[in-house]
């Protein structure tokens, strides 16, 4: 088991956060109010999840509320960095289309 890192700097408006290990029901919750904070405080989120080994359905459930508290918010919310196996699960699932990506 990987635990979950995540790491935040800021610039501007725009505040990101890297995540790097395991997205899994035990580890939802702190993703979740880590990012809900962020988004309260900035214009522009960017999730880098580069560093993300695993993503289960509780992950992907908590993708969604943090987009629809986003959308809530008026915040602007990117994913950078995803990694190939992640990419393919957000678009079998069809939620591709709700996360805006961000090329570097």
């Known amino acids: 088991m990987d635990p979950l890192h995540l790491t935040t700097s800021s ?9 790097s290990g395991e997205l899994d029901i ?4 702190l993703l979740r109010a880590h990012l809900f904070d962020a988004l309260e405080r900035a ?3 960017v999730l ?3 560093g993300l080994s695993f993503i289960d359905a509780a992950g992907l459930g908590t993708l969604v509320a943090i987009r629809s508290r986003a959308r809530l918010l008026r915040t602007r919310l990117l ?3 995803t990694p190939p196996p992640m990419a393919r699960l957000l678009r079998i699932t069809g939620l591709d289309v709700h996360f805006p990506t961000m090329t570097r």
């Open 11 to 19: 610039h501007e408006d725009t505040v990101t956060v890297s995540v």
């Open 26 to 29: 035990a580890t939802t919750e």
């Open 43 to 45: 214009g522009e989120v």
């Open 48 to 50: 880098e999840v580069s």
């Open 79 to 81: 994913l950078a960095g």
